[in-house]
């Protein structure tokens, strides 16, 4: 089976960050691309309203669901030097 992309998740890092005076949890994804490089991914834990109709309409609940959080690109030769790179932007746009 071929794929156009295969990564793998080589290294996880949770933060908390001050956003907006806020405190909120931020997670980067390090990904090995199994070709010699490492690019990162990030997420903010938010709490998102989950509505359902049936079987008995409801106001419905709330979870906390991991959402795309937008970072700049990184490209590094190590999971760490990813981490680092994505934290150092994190770090640049919050103060945190």
């Given amino acids: 089976m071929k794929f156009s992309e295969h990564y793998v998740v ?3 890092e949770i933060v908390v960050a001050n956003i907006n005076g806020e405190d909120h949890h931020i997670r980067v994804e390090a990904l090995d691309d199994q070709k010699g490089s490492f690019s990162t ?3 903010i834990l938010r709490s ?3 509505g359902y109709e049936f079987p008995i309409p409801s106001d419905g609940l709330y979870a906390d669901m991991w959402l ?3 970072l700049p690109w990184t490209h590094r030769d190590t999971a760490e ?3 680092k790179q994505a934290l150092s932007f994190l770090f640049e746009r919050t103060g945190s």
């Fill in 48 to 50: 998102v309203k989950v």
């Fill in 68 to 70: 795309d959080f937008d």
């Fill in 41 to 43: 991914r990030a997420y």
């Fill in 81 to 83: 030097g990813a981490i």
């Fill in 10 to 12: 080589a290294r996880t």
